[in-house]
């Protein structure tokens, strides 16, 4: 069967029902929508503050994205099932998926095979409107500037460093210039605006990071939504007093949502900002009220852990206060072997000197996790039916010359069965890591060479380059925001800003071609190469296979 197919057969049970039978929350602070999701109430996750004991933190993270596909989100899930199959209280944590990639390449993120979490077609399409209240918010304060000019800038905004664009959550690139005003003075001032698909906003970010109401207000509230004609006097969203009516259209995004795994084991599944644009976590909530809840708590950061897990480790840890015991780095055969020249057509065929190739890729993100971390990794081989013994037995050999276990895994076919012997050895890994987790740099560090110490101890560059305007912004922006961590905006296919650059490249040159401050949020983007805010779609989208009948039966997702 598809993955529609399997989710649309899972004996699901009433998520109100489930979830105190699971961890005892009182009916009175869950808000059904439906029968499946729920949102937890903020006032419940107050309760746990004062617990003292938390569970540990896994992070799921991959080899650099191809073609092929890896698996992270479904690994997370049957890693998640395969946990609670061995009697350990475990909650998974996830993005929301944004209907940009749902309609558009990629497809869902709900996971795979025997390994998703439930209802797949409401977690991808919709889901509990998180994602439109974030728009809304965002293009409510958008409205408010141009209102505040038409009716006489009492701030001063200079309209020509207006730094807030539109949003919208689809795949749309006939919007990333635009100009709007047009029709006469009654339209406001004829300008040049755009539009970021939604994942890339500064609110999904603030969303993500914030504690509480009252934290996410006033990160609401630090926006810079512009700058005064001298250059360099910010304007905020709260000079506009945008910020209170922004945090009211947030009130329940801000609460996460439960749902289950197709075992019926409780997931969290809470914001979704981009990976390759933004920092590519689940909501701070959603992972903190997992660890007061849980033994032990499985969470992804999106694509490759170049970019998820390097935002992961030095933005949300940082921000949150969080430490990781253990990644899992997702793998498959067949993609391996595509980092190692063999194209889609033939990634079936045995080939062990195309995989040896391709392991650069797998060996880097091991180096950058272990040395650069100071964090223990399991290797997670997500199995193919195509894979050969031969060509298992090489990668395992590999793997363990490094000093890592590589466990062949079988959740996508058998769901939390499958990923047993996963999950024993990442619990074992776990139960006996002492800690010694790092950040990659010091925040002290300029925000030149903070860029510069991602791109050549991640990436493998020898350094970056930026013009001489983006240079200047970097520094305007080092005397009152240096002390900010980085946040990589780069394409998620390479190492490098070359997305057909294979495998683990090295020597490159990074070009830092663009830098926004989200001050809201609390970092700082660095725009890799030609990297976009807003994507579009391919010339065959997915969306052209997504279909409902009369009986409301949704098929086509993936």
């Not at 199995?383 to 037995?393: C, I, K, L, M, P």
């Not at 030149?448 to 350094?463: F, H, L, N, P, R």
Request: aromatic residues 6%.
């Amino acid at each position: 069967m598809s993955d529609i197919e399997i989710a649309q057969n899972a004996k699901m049970k009433p998520i109100v029902n489930l979830v105190k039978e699971s961890y005892g929350i009182p009916f009175e602070h869950l808000d059904p929508y439906g029968h499946y999701k729920a949102k937890l109430s903020l006032e419940y996750v107050d309760t746990l503050s004062h617990q003292v004991e938390e569970g540990k933190l896994i992070l799921v993270s991959a080899i650099s994205p191809t073609p092929a596909g890896e698996g992270k989100t479904t690994t997370t899930v049957g890693l998640g099932d395969a946990m609670n199959r061995l009697g350990k209280k475990t909650i998974i944590c996830l993005r929301e998926p944004s209907l940009g990639p749902c309609f558009g390449l990629k497809g869902g993120a709900a996971g795979g095979g025997y390994s998703q979490v439930v209802p797949m077609e409401d977690i991808n399409l919709h889901f509990t409107g998180d994602f439109h209240a974030i728009a809304v918010a965002h293009n409510l304060l958008a409205a408010m500037i141009d209102n505040h000019i038409h009716h006489g800038n009492a701030l001063g905004i200079d309209s020509r460093r207006i730094k807030w664009k539109r949003v919208v959550d689809m795949n749309d690139r006939a919007l990333r210039e635009i100009t709007i005003g047009h029709g006469g003075s009654s339209n406001g001032y004829l300008r040049e605006d755009g539009f970021d698909i939604v994942v890339a906003s500064e609110v999904m970010a603030i969303l993500c990071l914030a504690v509480n109401r009252a934290d996410l207000k006033e990160r609401l509230g630090r926006i810079i939504i512009a700058y005064k004609s001298d250059k360099s006097t910010p304007i905020y969203a709260s000079d506009l007093k945008a910020h209170g009516a922004m945090a009211a259209v947030l009130k329940d995004a801000i609460k996460p949502n439960l749902v289950q795994t197709l075992e019926n084991n409780i997931a969290i599944v809470h914001g979704g900002p981009f990976a390759n644009i933004a920092h590519g976590c689940n909501s701070v909530i959603a992972t903190k009220t997992a660890l007061k809840l849980a033994d032990y708590v499985v969470t992804e950061a999106g694509f490759g852990a170049d970019l998820g897990a390097e935002k992961f480790l030095n933005i949300k840890c940082r921000s949150a206060k969080l430490a990781p015991s253990a990644v899992v780095l997702v793998a498959t055969i067949r993609a391996l072997k595509f980092h190692g020249g063999i194209e889609l057509d033939h990634l079936n065929q045995e080939n062990l000197g195309a995989l040896e190739a391709g392991f650069a890729n797998l060996e880097r993100h091991i180096s950058n996790i272990k040395i650069h971390y100071g964090l223990p990794a399991v290797v997670c081989v997500n199995h193919f039916t195509f894979d050969s013994d031969a060509e298992t037995a090489l990668l395992q050999e590999k793997c363990e010359s490094l000093g890592v276990k590589c466990i062949v895994s079988k959740h996508w076919a058998e769901g939390g069965k499958g990923a047993e012997a996963l999950a024993q050895e990442v619990l074992d890994v776990v139960d006996n890591y002492s800690e010694g987790f790092n950040y990659l740099y010091d925040n002290a560090l300029p925000l030149w060479d903070k860029i510069k110490t991602v791109a050549t101890k991640i990436y493998g560059a020898e350094g970056i380059t930026a013009s001489a305007s983006i240079r200047n912004e970097i520094e305007r922006l080092q005397q009152h925001y240096g002390e900010l961590p980085i946040c990589m905006a780069k394409t998620q296919m390479s190492f490098s800003t070359d997305a057909s650059l294979r495998g683990a490249p090295e020597g490159h040159t990074v070009e830092i071609s663009g830098i926004k401050l989200e001050n809201g949020a609390g970092f700082i983007v660095a725009i890799a190469g030609n990297m976009m805010t807003m994507p579009g779609l391919p010339k065959v989208p997915t969306a052209e296979y997504i279909d409902i009948d009369n009986d409301g039966v949704i098929t086509g997702l993936f």
